[in-house]
């Protein structure tokens, strides 16, 4: 009566709300038993909330976003926003939906409470796109497009540029044009390098006005260049800003987006870039004539200019304020890119992981110190071989040369090959999300590289036996080019960029996925001073370096790569570490996952995330 206690059948002293809640336990757990048929066991009814929302709960099979329960996923969602990169990485989307469920279920094993319990995966679906982050979002992709549209923009008017840019009347040689063509790697890797401290200085926001005006400067010098020498300068500038693109766009994405949406927009970043290249690919018929190629280079210039003008839509990284000890400005940001339905409690998890990352970031990293260090020696050497992988597998060959290269197959419509190209490289940007959300990173990689080796075979066949029996086989050898294209997009294309960025804690990320990016750029560079030589050289198999490449990732796939779909960092070095042989091996891999988290998430916080 006082509502102080009473006793129980099991002779323990309850207080009068706990035995409320207990007969309320018993009579809800006969309703959940006859609906789902799942057996009786519910959390009591202190822990989720009051009568009525378990009520509503097990009549929606999915729990309500109160706020009571927002404290039960502070810690888990903490720990999902400080493994989740905080990039926007093409095909993250599916190991963000299954890392959620992995720790949203350690979280209610611990708490003796079944899956269905969990809050973490409504929340997770919650976070949508907001007005201003679909305004801020589609500014930041005009650079990814201008991007792709540059990579691929010399392809189509090769023969009228070099015969435009020669002197007294010769064409530039192949091995110059060659360098104008690479050089673009060069200013990337230079771009590339200097964009994270800039953009640690002066914000993401003005770093992308600046490169954008830059961008729109240098794409004019290109169209307005007289000589090979000032195309080969021209180039180089645009190959700078667009190296500091592929730097801030991504970081700039992520650090904006939920945690949800962070590998979608990964995607659209990736999607912008092959739009970039099939735009340049298709308007080079029409604009790639003597008369006005130079339109054709000056057309890039929309895309930069549109950034410049969208500039006031921008809004400033709530990490970067977060990092300049302006924690207010972030708050008010980051609910203005959440919306005004958000949670309160989301809000701060948020700002804390941000705060919590900077700090971690303040510990010195380095490459040597990531070589040096066991832990960290094979997955950097995993992520800088891929890198090599991928750019050596000849893809960029494609998109540097294809119409040179269907015209000296002899195919009768060497422009329509390359559209087609650019054509099935969007289509397959769009067809490999669904299958990294079904299909293993592994698994894809594998399949990718093997796919490119028999295409890339398919196509030397067909060259050799067109020329050899002097038939027409051009359509399979454009078959061969398209198959070889989409099963690059399928693996080899965006996986290294997201298990790069998944086999790092957050204080080794940003210098493995900046050292993996110098090692693409470079071997980037490499492919493309080197394929119109190689060409000439081997004639009609030009492309059988390139299946011994793909072969070697097939192996080196297979058996060195991890599983990192839908894994925390701590599973995935277990991996790694394979599976111990002996209580001694188990106690010393336990040791070096400790000493793991310790390093990744810093002594006072690993209790929190594991």
């Not at 397959?428 to 075979?457: C, F, H, N, P, Y």
């Amino acid at each position: 009566r006082d509502g102080t206690a009473m006793g129980d059948k099991d002779g323990k002293r309850r207080p009068m709300t706990d035995v409320a809640s207990s007969v309320g336990n018993r009579q809800q757990k006969a309703l959940y038993t006859k609906k789902t048929g799942r057996g009786s066991k519910m959390r009591d009814v202190k822990s989720v909330g009051n009568f009525n929302s378990i009520h509503t709960k097990i009549k929606q099979k999915r729990p309500m976003r109160a706020v009571k329960s927002m404290p039960d996923i502070r810690n888990p969602m903490r720990s999902i926003l400080m493994q989740v990169p905080m990039y926007a990485i093409h095909g993250m989307a599916p190991h963000v939906r299954k890392m959620s469920r992995s720790i949203s279920r350690n979280t209610l094993y611990e708490r003796e409470a079944s899956e269905d319990d969990s809050l973490i995966p409504d929340v997770i679906g919650h976070q949508g796109c907001t007005f201003m982050l679909s305004v801020a979002v589609f500014a930041a992709l005009m650079a990814p497009i201008n991007f792709g549209y540059n990579i691929a923009v010399l392809n189509t008017p090769e023969d009228v540029m070099r015969e435009a840019l020669g002197q007294h009347g010769s064409p530039v040689g192949g091995f110059s044009w060659a360098i104008v063509v690479s050089i673009f790697n060069i200013g990337g890797l230079i771009g590339s390098s200097i964009a994270p401290p800039m953009l640690d200085t002066i914000g993401r926001r003005r770093f992308m006005l600046i490169n954008a005006i830059f961008l729109t400067f240098a794409i004019l010098f290109e169209s307005l260049a007289v000589n090979v020498m000032t195309m080969a300068l021209a180039r180089l500038l645009v190959g700078i800003s667009c190296g500091g693109t592929s730097v801030a766009v991504p970081l700039y994405l992520g650090e904006i987006a939920p945690v949800s949406l962070r590998g979608s927009l990964g995607t659209l970043n990736q999607f912008s870039m092959v739009v970039g290249i099939l735009l340049a690919q298709v308007l080079g018929r029409p604009l790639g004539t003597p008369e006005t190629w130079r339109y054709l280079l000056a057309f890039g210039a929309v895309f930069s200019i549109i950034q410049v003008f969208l500039y006031g839509c921008i809004v400033e990284s709530p990490r970067w304020l977060v990092m300049n000890n302006e924690p207010n400005k972030a708050e008010k940001t980051l609910r203005q890119l959440r919306g005004s339905d958000e949670e309160e409690s989301i809000i701060q998890v948020e700002l804390e992981s941000m705060q919590a990352l900077t700090e971690q970031e303040k510990k010195e990293m380095t490459v040597g110190t990531l070589v040096r260090n066991p832990r960290h020696r094979l997955p950097f050497a995993i992520g800088v071989t891929l890198m090599l992988f991928q750019q050596w597998s000849g893809i960029n060959a494609v998109f540097y040369y294809s119409t040179g290269f269907f015209k000296k197959a002899q195919f009768e419509d060497p422009y329509l090959g390359t559209v087609l190209t650019g054509a099935v490289n969007v289509l397959a940007t769009g067809m490999a999300v669904e299958l990294m959300d079904r299909a293993g990173r592994k698994a894809l990689l594998v399949l990718s590289s093997a796919g490119m080796a028999a295409s890339a075979i398919l196509l030397t066949a067909a060259l050799v036996a067109s020329d050899k029996l002097n038939v027409d086989l051009g359509y399979i050898e454009v078959m061969g080019v398209l198959a070889y294209v989409a099963f690059f997009e399928f693996g080899l294309g965006p996986i290294p960029w997201a298990i790069t960025g998944e086999l790092f804690g957050a204080v080794e990320r940003a210098t493995a996925m900046g050292a993996a990016s110098t090692v693409n750029w470079i071997a980037s560079f490499v492919i493309g001073l080197v394929f119109p030589e190689m060409n000439t050289a081997l004639g009609n198999y030009c492309f059988l370096p390139f299946v011994f490449v793909t072969l070697v990732s097939v192996v080196f796939s297979h058996y060195v790569v991890p599983e990192t779909k839908g894994k925390t960092l701590e599973e995935i070095r277990i991996e790694m570490f394979k599976r111990p042989k002996s209580d001694e091996e188990d106690s010393a891999i336990s040791s070096r996952l400790n000493d793991s988290r310790d390093s990744d998430y810093g002594p006072d916080t690993k209790s929190s995330y594991y």
